[in-house]
């Protein structure tokens, strides 16, 4: 089986606010393809992101003293096989921002570190039309470094701790096209703030410590891989944060707002002719509708190289 | 050494007792508060509060026993505002104060036309949102709240200890006493006083807010007559005394330069040219599109403890010109300090930001005092009097501020390096002196003279506050050290009267 990665919903993200979703959206967590025992998968991913326009609540504005805002994100990833049906995941992402009018800071640094277990928990061949499986992931990220959280759209991230329940459903189609749905639970810790108070939700709040409020996802994707390893997909995605405020008319976003967004895109990955363990991966996603976020468009490019592939099944 | 402590402590308690006006008059109930000084008021009898009727009498009787029915049929939710009302009207109206300029401290949105609209008093629930709660303006609204507040107490503590009604729950024994006691009379209720003043005042700074104001203004006398404090003779000379006081302070409001503090095109273009004659860059508005200067006229609003010319005689002398060697100096500190900063000056600079959706300055500093107030244990009339001297120091400082800001029109650490940088929200009116300096060093200054064991505590915060806004890249140091040095002078204003208004 081959193995691919997914970045339509990017890596980057964050830059339309969804800090959340991006190492939920990172390689391999929400997809159906598992790797071999003993494969290793790692790979570098680069993504470019930005947007002027951005939900301000539900009303879409542009906002003279930040311009356009440009995210980029390059992550590190690793994704190991522990048994055919048990991977491992970690990744790594460097997030640099700026804006390209006003008087704001770019900031940059270290962003989240996710780790996840991956199980095919349930796999069903269906004789001459391909296989059914069911995949569970627990997911977890946390900071890794004590980053601003105080200067949204540019901070590099929310600043929570978090644990996402997924559940995967991927059918692979004899021929090589393939169907994925996936959904996911993410639970976050509240965030440290320098302030000693805030307002937000229509309230005033005088502690240093904000309620996150949990996050539901679901997305999907269709798509066509090749046993050389080439594969294509178009894939959609869909945020919704479980409560939160608004982002107040002409304040700046706050950690807790209801960020929501939907996304769709598609990626290509392509391996290097006689040279199949390295592969380049090509992805574009935009969001199309969203509440508190940017209206983002990303770039994501890599390179994955996969260690033992000889011994794929 | 062990065996000393005991005596020692009996030492200390025999001392206490010797010398209860000075040692336990935080935890009194400031029978004398009548004939302390008054600040806009003439005198505390300068609204008359008529004689209550006796104790004995039958429609006192039907009150206590109004009071009775409703403590027999007292409702979980109305237990809940006992408990909160408990902790003191003064600091309650304080905390609810605070959240309404965080809620009202946006900026107006441009208009499609890169214009900005003016919030309008006179039609608040329209946008832009009315006030727009910016630094001054909250620092005036605290003033009008809290010095409103405090004449108002005044002048019912003359009637209380004129009067001499006691509590409901001392006359009749079967009436619970549900809020701390104390041997306070209760003619007029000083909750009711307290709602009526601190209503008035909120709902013409802050109208949009009317229907939540009323009704927490009824909850506390409400919570006053379910806790056994007042009866319905006691609260309706409370409220109305309490809004009588409004009246002054809302007519003093009305005539304050507040309405033309925004001043026109003409008046900042002036200001803009006199700098520019002066051979210094004038500042400009960094904002996109440029936006009309933060209340440049603020420096003519009448101050609380000091005349218009004490204003212009306390003013700072001019920044180092934009030409100057130094100059450039301090803007490649700010470039180095926003470029370099450790996470700890971040913290410094976040924790100080104050920004937009934030009580603002004067609203932290009020933050910083109410633990003090709370920890003290003094009764309602003193504590008021404890945020009046803060936040007409406050005031002062903001209008000793503004009128320095737009005297000199200086430029912003952005405008005169414009790959500068800053990591918190850059303020919309000149850079010198700073705001927050000149807010601290007055604040520290009052709360230091109220509670001397937080001094160092309060000047340390002042000087955080202060070099938070060259760690956040909108201030020059020289901003930051005049600015705190002429707060620190304005402060003194407040502590003078202090020293001489019958309370210490």
New interface residues.
């Given amino acids: 089986m081959l193995m691919h990665s997914r970045f339509s919903r990017g890596l980057c993200t964050f830059a339309s606010f969804v800090g959340l979703a991006a190492p939920l959206g990172a390689q391999t967590i929400d997809d159906g393809i598992m790797l071999s025992q003993k494969q290793v998968l790692t790979g570098n991913f680069y993504s470019y992101d930005t947007w002027d326009e951005y939900w301000e609540g539900a009303l879409k504005r542009t906002n ?2 930040i ?1 356009t805002i440009t995210t980029e994100v390059n992550t590190i990833t690793a994704n190991y096989g522990v048994f055919d049906r048990f991977n491992v995941i970690g990744m790594v992402p460097y997030v640099w921002t700026r804006a390209s ?6 900031i940059d640094g270290f962003q989240d570190l996710t780790l996840a277990a991956k199980w095919n928990a349930l796999e069903k061949p269906m004789t001459s039309y391909g296989t059914l499986r069911t995949i569970f992931v627990v997911a977890a990220g946390i900071p890794m470094t ?1 980053y ?1 959280t ?2 949204l759209p540019l901070s590099i991230g929310l600043g929570t701790a978090r644990v996402s329940w997924r559940g995967t459903v991927h059918y692979q189609a004899t021929p090589g096209w393939f169907l994925t749905g996936s959904t996911a639970y993410t639970m976050r810790s509240k965030v440290q ?8 939700n ?1 309230e ?1 709040v ?1 502690s240093d410590r904000v309620d996150m409020p949990n996050i539901f996802d679901y997305a999907g994707s269709a798509g066509f891989m090749k046993s050389n390893g080439f594969m294509t997909s178009v894939t959609f995605s869909q945020m919704r944060t479980l409560g939160g405020g608004d982002i ?5 976003p ?1 950690v807790s707002n209801r960020m929501n967004a939907f996304r769709a895109g598609g990626m290509v990955m392509y391996p290097i002719p006689k040279l199949e363990s390295l592969a380049v991966n090509f992805a574009l996603a935009h969001t199309f509708d969203g509440r508190n976020v940017g209206e983002a468009t990303t770039i994501t490019t890599g390179l994955q190289y996969t260690f033992n592939r000889s011994f794929t099944r | 050494m062990r065996s000393l402590r005991p005596t020692l402590c009996w030492l200390l308690l025999a001392a206490l007792s010797l010398t209860p006006t000075t040692s336990l008059k935080a935890a009194s109930t400031d029978a004398g508060a009548g004939n302390w000084r008054m600040i806009v008021l003439t005198g505390p009898t300068q609204i008359a509060v008529a004689a209550p009727g006796s104790t004995t009498g039958l429609d006192y009787q039907a009150e206590l026993n109004a009071i009775k029915s409703a403590q027999a049929r007292i409702t979980p939710e109305q237990r809940k505002a006992i408990d909160y009302w408990s902790r003191g009207g003064v600091l309650r109206w304080n ?1 609810i104060l ?2 309404l300029v ?2 009202y401290n ?5 208009n499609v036309d890169n214009s900005y609209p003016v919030p309008d008093a006179n039609n608040p629930f329209a ?3 009315f006030p727009f709660a910016n630094p001054p303006y909250a620092a005036r609204a605290y003033s009008y709240v809290t010095v409103a507040q405090y004449d108002a107490l005044k002048a019912a503590w003359y009637y209380k200890y004129l009067y001499n009604r006691p509590a409901p729950w001392r006359v009749d024994s079967s009436i619970q006493s549900l809020m701390p006691a104390s041997d306070l009379p209760a003619y007029p209720s000083e909750d009711a006083v307290l709602s009526g003043v601190t209503a008035e005042m909120l709902k013409l700074l802050f109208p949009a807010a009317v229907d939540e104001i009323t009704l927490k203004a009824a909850e506390q006398r409400q919570a006053a007559m379910l806790a056994g404090r007042a009866t319905s003779t006691d609260l309706a000379a409370g409220l109305a005394l309490g809004q009588a006081v409004a009246t002054a302070f809302v007519a003093r409001a009305g005539a304050d330069g507040m309405r033309t503090a925004g001043g026109s095109p003409a008046i900042w273009g002036a200001m803009a040219a006199g700098a520019a004659a002066r051979g210094e860059i004038p500042w400009k508005s ?4 440029a936006r009309p200067p933060m209340l440049p006229l603020f420096g003519s609003v009448r101050a609380w403890m000091m005349t218009p010319a004490d204003i212009v005689r306390e003013r700072p002398g001019p920044p180092p010109s934009t030409s100057s060697e130094l100059m450039a100096r301090d803007v490649a500190e700010v470039r180095r300090y ?1 470029d370099t900063g450790t ?1 700890e000056e ?6 100080w ?2 920004g ?4 603002t300055p004067p609203g ?1 500093w009020n ?1 910083i005092a109410q633990p003090y107030v709370r920890k003290a244990e003094m009764s309602e009339v003193r504590a008021a009097r404890t945020f009046a001297l803060l936040n007409m120091a406050l005031h002062d400082a903001a209008v000793g501020c503004w009128e320095t800001k737009y005297f000199y029109f200086n430029p912003r650490p ?1 405008h005169m390096d414009p790959e ?7 303020p919309n009116f000149p850079s010198y002196t700073s705001g927050h300096s000149t807010f601290s060093g007055a604040a520290a200054e009052v709360l230091s003279y109220v509670f001397p064991s937080g001094a160092a505590e309060f000047q340390r915060q002042a000087s955080e506050a202060s070099i938070s806004r060259l760690y956040g ?1 909108i201030h020059y140091r020289t901003d930051l050290e005049v600015g705190l040095a002429h707060g620190k002078r304005i402060g003194g204003y407040s502590v003078t009267f202090a020293r001489t208004d019958g309370a210490d």
């Fill in positions: 003279g003293n311009g009018q006003g008087v704001l800071h770019g004590d601003n105080e200067l703030l320098d302030r000693p108070y805030f307002y937000t229509d005033f005088m107040r008319r002409q304040d700046m706050f | 905390e605070i959240g965080a809620r946006l900026q107006p949105p441009p946008e832009p949102q960094m904002d996109v599109p926003v996470r971040l913290a410094i600079a976040n924790f930001a104050d937009p959706s934030t009580p932290h933050f952005s500068l940088k800053s990591i918190i929200g850059l890249g």
